[in-house]
């Protein structure tokens, strides 16, 4: 399909595990952004990446966190050691760049992670 | 305080009720902003940009208020697939949006 794809949708991790979730943008998209989205609440911003890049990382709740996009295209957020709190939709986004803040971005259907 | 505030609700509503939901943002440079439909277990989705000059979109018309810091989505004639979370998006000035925690609809018979 064109839109932006995630795997795996629904993962069930054991506390202490690590993950990874992928993501494959719209072809051709610049921009890419990771989201963490808890029940009842708006996503919240985690990474955001222009090509292979990783701009801001500001959002990452702790060292656990890691994302990259090597080659600019699909990109992979791990989660070390997970925990309880990491329970929670992970959203992808990914945007084309004209230079100017405020394009419409493109999410895919998310990883909803829960950790047991 | 944060970025971007929205009141949650729930917003309930019978059909064919006309409906406002604001959102406020604490930057003052910022610059693009959006409102993103999410269904319930499903992706945000764009829904409509928000102009100086207001816009509208069939039933749904979206303004601005620079002076006030705040943007709003206004439903006229609300049908029961108007039931949603509406969330509010800002892009404070950078390239990366920040999404109010969303205004939840229902609409009922």
């Known amino acids: 399909g064109a839109g932006v794809s995630q795997s795996p949708r629904y993962k069930v991790a054991k506390r202490g595990q690590d993950v990874a979730l992928r993501c494959d943008p719209i072809s051709g998209h610049v921009s890419l952004f990771w989201y963490q989205q808890a029940l009842g609440q708006g996503p919240e911003f985690l990474t955001y990446f222009q090509n292979e890049a990783q701009l801001d990382k500001s959002g990452l709740p702790s060292d656990r966190f890691f994302a990259e996009r090597p080659e600019g295209s699909v990109s992979t957020l791990k989660i070390q050691r997970t925990q309880q709190e990491d329970s929670a939709v992970y959203l992808c986004a990914s945007s084309p760049f004209s230079g100017v803040p405020g394009n419409t971005i493109y999410f895919g259907e998310g990883s909803w992670l829960t950790v047991v | 305080r944060k970025e971007v505030e929205q009141d949650p609700g729930p917003f309930n509503v019978p059909e064919g009720a006309t409906v406002a939901f604001n959102c406020t943002y604490s930057?003052?440079?910022?610059?693009?902003f959006f409102w993103y439909r999410q269904d319930c277990r499903k992706e945000p989705k764009l829904l409509m940009s928000?102009?100086?000059s207001g816009n509208e979109d069939g039933r749904f018309t979206a303004q601005l208020n620079r002076a006030s810091q705040y943007i709003s989505l206004l439903i006229r004639d609300s049908k029961l697939s108007d039931s949603a979370t509406y969330l509010c998006v800002v892009f404070g000035g950078s390239y990366i949006p920040t999404f109010g925690r969303g205004t939840s609809l229902i609409v009922h018979p």
């Open positions: 928000v102009y100086s």
């Open positions: 930057n003052s440079a910022s610059q693009s």
